[in-house]
């Protein structure tokens, strides 16, 4: 059992190393348990090669150190990993590897958290705090919804957390499902390697735009003024068969915590009908699927851009701070700290954004505890 002076930080994601950083500008000491064997596990092993950040730089950079000037406006996968590395050597962190979280429970008792963690052979270790930072974020787990007739289909079928480019699709058809930045930049990225990529939905961010409108005006007018600007600037997408939400992006962001989509180039492509979009399958076959129009089309491989989701429920016990999807039950700005020392980053389901405003008021509400605890 290993007694911890400072908070317990888990997860070595943006989200960790934001607030192990701004507690180190507080002299607050730290641990923080990461269940893979490095930082920023899912940026650097589950996402595709041509991602780049879908929000303007300065909506993305953690606290305390700005993006290197030369970087572009969109900074590319690469350039954001050799941002997190500098980052971490900056601010001397150390994460523990290979420490993966299975069970984290407050103990009234001694009013302290136990967390277990296991080793990579197998091997159990307790950790002791006043303190915990849950800092896993809610893309931990990849989201595969359940298709009818999936176990029929022969070919293919990943998420695009398994998907790097499209060498291996050239001349094959595949159907990508999932509406996001991730569907769209996939579907660009199959077409560039010579695939033939079906798509279902799309949408526009204009999140810079946004952001200076919200200042003035309420979420449902700028919302109007962003769909207006959009039909505009794009036309009738629906033509294509690209359906529009009934809300505005920004109400949907706050609903759910899925974000505009920023078009790169597949909407040409959709639009001269060299990426298709289709209407939702019904079932699989064991050379494609049915549609909900009735219609059947086949393909060689499938690809859920669907998306991930929070895996807190599975290990964060007795514990009624999140809901049982793993999402906090309170909205932003208020979800950042719950009771006997639980504190949250990066579940405000607003990215970077969020997650860097959560560790800037979790590390100061620690320090101000740390600074009136006795023998410390």
């Known amino acids: 059992m290993s007694f911890i002076e400072g908070p317990i930080i888990i997860g070595a994601g943006p989200s960790g190393l934001a607030i192990a950083a701004s507690l180190t500008g507080l002299s607050v000491p730290y641990i923080i348990l990461e269940r893979s064997t ?6 650097r092993n589950h996402t595709y090669d041509r991602l780049s950040l879908h929000l303007p730089k300065q909506f993305c950079e953690l606290p305390h150190l700005p993006f290197p000037p030369n970087f572009p406006i969109y900074p590319s996968k690469s350039q954001f990993l050799q941002y997190l590395e500098t980052y971490t050597s900056h601010f001397s962190i150390t994460p523990h590897f290979s420490k993966n979280v299975i069970e984290a429970r407050f103990d009234s008792s001694s009013s302290v958290w136990r967390v277990k963690a296991k080793n990579s052979n197998g091997g159990v270790v307790v950790y002791v705090s006043k303190w915990i930072v849950v800092a896993t974020g809610e893309n931990a787990e990849p989201v595969v919804p359940i298709v009818k007739g999936r176990e029929r289909f022969k070919g293919d079928v990943l998420h695009s957390g398994e998907y790097r480019n499209g060498d291996r699709y050239k001349g094959k058809k595949v159907l990508v499902i999932g509406c996001g930045n991730s569907g769209m930049e996939i579907c660009l990225d199959l077409f560039d390697h010579g695939a033939l990529p079906l798509l279902d939905m799309f949408g526009v961010s204009t999140f810079d735009l946004a952001v200076k409108l919200l200042k003035g005006l309420p979420v449902k007018l700028v919302d109007q003024f962003l769909v207006l600007a959009s039909k505009m600037i794009l036309g009738d997408a629906e033509k294509y068969g690209l359906r529009r939400p009934k809300v505005g992006p920004l109400e949907i962001k706050n609903i759910t915590g899925k974000s505009p989509v920023l078009d790169v180039g597949a909407l040409s492509l959709i639009k001269s009908g060299k990426i298709k979009v289709v209407p939702e399958v019904e079932t699989f076959t064991t050379n494609g699927g049915r549609f909900i129009d009735g219609n059947e089309i086949t393909f060689d491989s499938i690809l859920f851009a669907t998306g991930y989701r929070s895996n807190v429920p599975l290990w964060l016990k007795n514990c009624d701070f999140f809901t049982g999807d ?25 990215g970077l954004y969020g997650a860097s405003s959560d560790a800037l008021k979790v590390a100061q509400d620690i320090a101000q505890i740390w600074s009136k605890t006795p023998n410390k």
């Open 38 to 43: 490095g930082i920023a596990d899912l940026w």
């Open 326 to 350: 793993g999402k906090l039950k309170n909205a932003f700005p208020y979800g950042w700290k719950g009771e006997n020392g639980l504190y949250t980053v990066g579940f405000t389901g607003k």
